[in-house]
């Protein structure tokens, strides 16, 4: 139980707004392997210890039924053409990933921003070098 409060105290929500990216402005559909729609690009999770993402954050659903899930960061491809992130999950995997609950990961703040800057990492951790 520790174990899984220090993992979530380290990890931040970073809303899709907030997120310099590659593509113009606006929504941004995640699609399958398939080129199928998944829904709505939301943000990531960041690791703040690590230094890393280690998830997106993905809304679906509509008016009535409304969901966001944590997928995989690893693989995703930027789709510049068709403005959209592939991912290598599929509708009926999505179901079985985990929801994100907004008031269970703080956001991103701007204290956070200023540690990950001028902070050394944390001993045990090392950032990934593809």
């Known amino acids: 139980m520790d174990d899984e409060l220090h993992v979530s105290n380290r990890l931040r929500y970073v809303p899709a707004d907030r997120i310099e990216f590659p593509l113009p402005s606006g929504p941004i559909d995640v699609r399958d392997r398939q080129n199928k729609p998944l829904g709505l690009f939301d943000g990531v999770i960041y690791d703040t210890t690590a230094r890393h993402v280690c998830f997106l954050v993905v809304e679906t659903g509509g ?13 995703t491809r930027v789709d510049m053409e068709h403005r959209a992130l592939r991912v290598e999950v599929d509708r009926k995997e999505l179901d079985r990933l985990p929801e994100f609950n907004i008031h269970l990961i ?11 800057l001028f902070s050394p990492p944390e001993v045990g951790f090392t950032r990934h070098v593809r």
Do not use: K
């Open 63 to 75: 008016f009535l039924r409304h969901h966001r899930y944590l997928l995989p960061v690893d693989p």
């Open 106 to 116: 703080p956001q991103f703040s701007d204290a956070d921003f200023m540690r990950a």
